[in-house]
C-alpha cells in the first residue's frame, strides 16, 4: 500500500514537471500569430542586428533574438521534418549562420545547433519587436504553458 501510494505520488510530480516539449504546439502556433497579428506586426526581409546575445524558445516555428535592451526580435524558421526536431532541442545552444556579419536576412540565414551535423533551419519571417511587445509576447507564451501543463498535470491526476 505504502508503495503504491509513493508510485502515485511521483507520477503526479512527473506529470507536474512537464516540460514544454509536452506543450500543443498547434495551440502556441495559434497564440502567436494572433499577437502577430493584434500587434500588426510587419514581417521585414532584412534588419540590422549587429549583436544577438540571447534567444529564447517559443515552439518548434517561432523564437526571439534579442539585439540590444531595445531591440528583439520574433523569428519564423522555415519548417522541416528535421528542423521540427531540432528546434524541439530547446536545451541545447543554437548557432546563428549570417550571410551578412551586421544583419538578419530572411531566406538566407539560418539556424542550427552546433553540437549536430548541421541541419539549415532557414529564417522566414522576421519581425522586429520592441521592449514592451517582447514582454507582452512572453507573458502570453507563459500563461500558454502554464495553462497547457496544468491540462496535462490534471489528466495525470484523473
Avoid at 79 to 105: H, I, K, P, V, Y
Avoid at 112 to 133: F, G, R
Wanted: charged residues 25%.
Amino acid at each position: 500500500m505504502k508503495k503504491a501510494l509513493m508510485s502515485c505520488a511521483v507520477l503526479a510530480l512527473l506529470g507536474g514537471c512537464s516540460t514544454v516539449e509536452s506543450v500543443d504546439h498547434m495551440a502556441m502556433e495559434s497564440m502567436v500569430e494572433q499577437f502577430i497579428a493584434d500587434q500588426a506586426l510587419q514581417n521585414e526581409a532584412s534588419v540590422s542586428a549587429y549583436n544577438i546575445d540571447s534567444y529564447r524558445y517559443i515552439n518548434k516555428n517561432y523564437l526571439t533574438m534579442r539585439a540590444s535592451p531595445s531591440r528583439h526580435f520574433l523569428i519564423e524558421v522555415a519548417t522541416t521534418d528535421r528542423c521540427d526536431e531540432l528546434m524541439e532541442e530547446q536545451n541545447q545552444a543554437l548557432a546563428l549562420r549570417r550571410e551578412f556579419g551586421n544583419s538578419l536576412q530572411a531566406g538566407s540565414d539560418f539556424v542550427y545547433i552546433d553540437a549536430t551535423v548541421p541541419t539549415k533551419c532557414y529564417i522566414s519571417k522576421i519581425y522586429p519587436l520592441d521592449y514592451e511587445q517582447v514582454v507582452a509576447l512572453r507573458h502570453k507564451v507563459y500563461r500558454e504553458r502554464d495553462a497547457q501543463e496544468q491540462l496535462l498535470t490534471d489528466k495525470v491526476k484523473s
